[in-house]
């Protein structure tokens, strides 16, 4: 029975994550209008709004002017779903698992906002920080010095690079929101997980800007989601690992 509850619960925080993703990155509130249908503006009614139930009756098309919906969003809603039971497998009913499902959930947003549209928006990051810090103040054993340690190196660690791309190459090699998400990762991990972190983001970054070369050999490869390949990595951290 927990589990279904934890599904449920999964799957309703999966229909506000769509939410965040498309909207956060185009600067729109997130409360108001109520949900709707992107090609003819009508607000949708609850029978459209059934997380992932909703898509899979409605073949996927708005009831009134049989609009695609994005594919995406059951994929998110089913996603965050699977998201939410393993991390409440994996750290049980104790303080730990809410804490970590938000941090879980906001990691999986960034990962899906910075792939689809470069960005990782302020919101997101504040999310993050604020869970980050309850996280470390309640639950971590490594303490605080450890979490401003692992913060600051997250800030040198790509605050550099960025700085030299700016005045040496004359380019945008890593964003504001990518510093400052590094930096929160940081905080929540420490330096020395985060340096693990940092770099197999990087190798995984390399990889897939080959292959996509090896695919496409003319491309020009300019913006490569470096948040998206560290919040990824993260998140299998949390999941595989453990967060302590
Ligand atoms: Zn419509």
Known sequence: MQYVIMTMI????????????????????LIKPRSFCDSCSRSLGWKELIPLLSYVVLKGRCLKCSAQIPFLYPIVEFLIA????????????SIKTPIIILFGLTLLCIVLADML????????????FITA????????????????????????????PAWFGEHWLDKQIIGGGDIKFTAILGLTFGWEILLVLI?????????????????????????????AFLGTTALAYILIVDLQ
């Open 117 to 128: 549209s470069r960005i990782i928006p302020n919101k997101l990051n504040f999310t993050l």
């Open 10 to 29: 999964g799957l309703s925080l999966g229909s506000f994550a769509t939410t965040c993703i498309s909207r956060l990155p185009r600067k729109q509130s």
């Open 199 to 227: 770099w197999v983001a990087s190798v995984s970054g390399l990889l897939w800007v080959l292959s996509r070369k090896l695919i496409e050999p003319k491309q020009k490869i300019t913006n490569v989601p470096f948040g």
């Open 82 to 93: 699977i998201l939410t039971v393993v991390i409440f497998i994996k750290y049980g009913t």
């Open 133 to 160: 810090f309850v996280f470390v103040w309640l639950v971590s054993q490594s303490g605080f010095t450890d979490a401003i340690v692992g913060f600051f190196t997250g800030l040198v660690f790509t605050f550099l």
